[in-house]
């Protein structure tokens, strides 16, 4: 267990309301599927809590932030092992990148600067097999066998937002900042 926070974020609080003040990345592990499990990174992270003048709890928390295709391109799917109502065929060395695009386009422009949104297409397989950048232009794949590694290039810098709600207990202050 670490013994610093794995993610700071610059924030202030006013009656009550605890809200950050830049976006930041947060990286957290995504608890589903089998050990070992997968750490997810969250860019352009927003917060926003309640905090009583007790300081005891935080709650209505709110995480809003991106999650980048290649994030998702790089973690394996648990949803799509066995048919289900959320996977329509198995696909069992699938990505989160495979089931999320099945669903939803990118729809956050993470690149800088920032150019319009990637496309991504699926194939028979409920695997992704090509990918676009913004104006059209072909994005080639990390590895030729692998059609889907097109997801993990690094030109394909986009994301889906993504909206967390939390609460929280009590925990110790170490500073005060101005």
Avoid: W
Wanted: aromatic share 2%.
């Amino acid at each position: 267990m670490p013994s610093q926070a794995r993610a700071r974020a610059p924030a202030r609080l006013i009656r009550g309301q605890l809200t950050s003040l830049v976006p930041v990345a947060v990286t957290f592990t995504l608890t589903i599927g089998q050990a070992p499990h997968p750490e997810i990174r969250i860019e352009k992270v927003r917060i926003s809590a309640q905090v009583p003048a007790n300081l005891s709890t935080l709650d209505d928390g709110l995480l809003g932030g991106a999650v980048p295709v290649n994030t998702l391109a790089t973690t394996e799917n648990p949803y799509c092992k066995t048919l289900n109502n959320l996977c329509q065929r198995t696909a069992k060395n699938s990505t989160l990148i495979d089931l999320v695009s099945s669903i939803l386009p990118p729809d956050i422009d993470l690149d800088v600067p920032l150019d319009g949104l990637e496309r991504l297409e699926g194939g028979a397989s409920g695997r992704i097999e090509h990918c676009f950048a913004a104006d059209g232009t072909r994005i080639e794949p990390q590895d030729p066998s692998n059609p889907t590694s097109c997801a993990r290039n690094p030109e394909l810098a986009d994301g889906y937002s993504v909206g967390i709600t939390f609460s929280g207990v009590r925990a110790s202050v170490v500073g005060v900042g101005q």
